[in-house]
């Protein structure tokens, strides 16, 4: 009874502070494939693409859903700092795919539209605060 109790308590409180982060991601050209959302909560965690160093994944199929180039899609967080990396996973095999040097061969973008210089841009370019009251990113993908 204690555990159910504590499972119920943990379950409550979880939905009491989550805040809702709304994801605009602008200049999709074609609905091929799906768009994979990670969001980070730790710089030394910033861009890796194994799942236990990802915040949280949301994977949201494109057919049918784009409107003018454009997906709107929520994911609910706990209050705090965050930073996004999204791509248009073309081939749906749940990866980045890149050339030999390590350059996106799929379209991508960052919270803030953050922007490397040389390479991928920092987790402090990229890095939000979702407030309990909410949230949006507006992000231009594009293809590098």
Known sequence: MKALFTSL?????????????????????????EIVINVYD??????????KYITKQSIVPL??????GKLVTTIELPE??????????????KEMDSNWIGI????VAT??????????????DAKFNLPATGATQSVNIVEI
């Open 9 to 33: 308590l943990l379950l409550c409180s979880s939905q009491v502070f989550a805040a809702t982060l709304t994801i605009e991601i602008n200049d999709i050209a074609s609905e091929k494939g």
């Open 42 to 51: 730790k710089e030394k965690n910033w861009m890796e693409e194994k799942s």
């Open 63 to 68: 057919a049918g859903q784009v409107r003018d």
């Open 80 to 93: 705090g700092e965050y930073g996004l990396y999204i791509y248009q996973d073309w081939d749906s095999n």
């Open 104 to 107: 996106p061969r799929e379209p």
């Open 111 to 124: 919270s803030n539209n953050a922007k490397g210089s040389m390479g991928p841009p920092d987790y402090d």
